[in-house]
């Protein structure tokens, strides 16, 4: 048995918060799937009706979502252009990571793209979305039980730093072990950008398909959802070493949280805007879509320039893409950017991501708060996910972070937060 880890301070409302989010996030996430098809699509109303246990437990959709695991995983073990070395360990050691999830999509891409010219129904996908999405949840539960019992032999320094409370609601929800592996699998690595991500923008293709047959071609609302939110995927994939120095892969535990986020809440509430736009169509003027194109660009353009130039400076700090740039020095060692995107707000690359969430939503219209959803949530994310990053920092930084926050004193928004 390992040892009891540190006693970090408890976060997300402790074992009562814990519990109740993971009642909340699937009862949400299957509230949204059922409401998105309903007539008046209300967001905040009680759902149509209550799905009977055989709209959610399907054969076939166990099947498909098993293939689709599988696929995934063998993709992820296909030879990688690359190997990345993740962040140093508590013990010093560092683990490899294969940088091969761009050409994971692709394949997918491709093999989805033969299936479909050979008769692959895939415009009946969204038929199956609830089943489907039960399938994903119960497979999160399953399998973060799975990890839990996995970290009760794992040694003292495999353990995150903040899902060893003791408390086994609490621990289960957070995540015990850091990096769980198999050999040399890494399930949380795997998991945060392999199914639920390339599986949100296969149902997002499904739903556009779905349309072309119901109504004889998409809808250029439903065009610029699938285009906006598969760059977002291509970006993240395209640039998969980027995700080895976030908190999730550095510092959270692999428990419910991330899988469950991962696996069920990513690909069927990030669809969001295309489930409401299969069901509710929604007429949209060229001026008016080269207006939210332009919202997106400017999103992007953010969210790209601030990780690209964060990531540079981490890599290379004479890099002479960042070498002009003004810094802070920190007791670490390490040095803090000031000026650039990171002297505008603390987290530029946030408001870029919201900039670009707000613009998701807008080819849906104004007349349903639903589709607006995910910029809501998002929004909660963001906060939430920045005020401890924010504690990790001064912990990490001490004095030099609060210069920092001294001399750049807006977390996300200039002159507002
Ligand atoms: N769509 C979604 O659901 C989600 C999207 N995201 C996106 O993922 C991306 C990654 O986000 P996330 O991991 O939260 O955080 P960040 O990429 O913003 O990383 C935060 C870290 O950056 C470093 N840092 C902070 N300030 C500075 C500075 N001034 N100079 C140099 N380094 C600094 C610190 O780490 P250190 O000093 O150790 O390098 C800090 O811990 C973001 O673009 C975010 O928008 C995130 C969550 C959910
Ligand atoms: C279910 C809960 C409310 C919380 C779940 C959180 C997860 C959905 C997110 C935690 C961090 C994420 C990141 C991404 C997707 C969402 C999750 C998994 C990205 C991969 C999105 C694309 C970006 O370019 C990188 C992100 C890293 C963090």
């Not at 990790?392 to 930084?397: E, I, N, P, R, S």
Request: include cysteine; glycine fraction near 8%.
């Amino acid at each position: 048995m390992a040892p009891q880890g540190s006693r970090a301070p408890l976060e997300f409302g402790g074992p009562l918060g814990a519990a109740a989010l993971m009642l909340l996030l699937p009862a949400t996430m299957f509230h949204l799937l059922l409401v998105a098809r309903s007539g008046p699509a209300r967001l905040l109303g009680p759902p149509p009706y209550l799905p009977e246990p055989k709209a959610l437990w399907s054969p076939r959709a166990l099947l498909l979502w098993l293939t689709w695991l599988g696929l995934q995983v063998a993709l992820y073990l296909l030879p990688a252009r690359k190997v990345a070395e993740g962040q140093e360990l508590k013990d010093k050691s560092r683990l490899c990571y294969p940088i091969n999830g761009f050409q994971a999509l692709v394949l997918t891409a491709l093999l989805v793209g033969l299936g479909v010219s050979a008769g692959l129904p895939l415009g009946a996908l969204p038929e199956m979305l609830l089943p489907l999405a039960f399938m994903a949840t119960l497979t999160a539960f399953i399998f973060s039980l799975l990890l839990y019992l996995k970290a009760l032999i794992a040694p003292a320094s495999a353990l995150a730093p903040g899902g060893n409370s003791g408390n086994p609601i609490y621990d289960f929800f957070l995540g015990r072990e850091l990096n769980p592996r198999i050999c040399s699998f890494d399930f949380k690595y795997f998991c945060e950008l392999r199914p639920g991500l390339i599986g949100w923008v296969l149902i997002n293709l499904a739903l556009l398909l779905q349309e072309a047959e119901l109504r004889g071609s998409p809808s250029l609302a439903m065009c610029l959802v699938n285009g906006f939110q598969l760059l977002y995927v291509g970006d993240a994939l395209w640039h998969e070493e980027a995700v080895l120095t976030t908190m999730d892969i550095t510092h959270d535990g692999f428990g419910f949280m991330l899988a469950f986020g991962d696996l069920a809440w990513v690909p069927f509430t990030y669809s969001l805007q295309a489930q409401f736009l299969l069901y509710h169509p929604q007429p949209l003027e060229l001026p008016m879509a080269s207006v939210i194109c332009l919202i997106n660009a400017v999103g992007y353009y953010i969210f790209r320039g601030a990780n690209s130039q964060k990531n540079s400076f981490r890599k290379n700090p004479s890099d002479p893409k960042v070498a002009g740039l003004e810094t802070i020095s920190t007791a670490t060692g390490r040095q803090l950017l000031v000026s650039g995107w990171w002297g505008m707000v603390r987290h530029p690359n946030y408001l870029g991501d919201l900039i670009m969430a707000l613009a998701w939503s807008l080819p849906c219209g104004m007349s349903h708060l639903l589709p607006y959803f995910y910029l809501i949530y998002f929004t909660a994310l963001l906060v939430h996910r920045e005020a401890r990053d924010e504690q990790q920092c001064l912990q990490k930084y001490g004095l030099a972070w609060q210069e920092y926050c001294r001399r750049v004193p807006y977390r996300i928004m200039p002159y507002i937060y």
